[in-house]
């Protein structure tokens, strides 16, 4: 049906290229997400293990 009005063509080309663009940035932020997700995922891991070692020094006897 669209096919049919006149002067619909450009107007299907710039939104083909629209899609195609919005694609690629959704692919991007997916990936830079991917990324710093895997950061702080070590970050914590890091933390957690800093504050693990400080519970386990704490637990040491008085004197020992």
Known sequence: ??????GIGPVKDALTTTNDLLEKVLNELRRTNDAQLDAVVTELRAVRASVDRLAAAQDVPAGA
């Open 1 to 6: 049906m669209l096919g049919d009005l006149a």
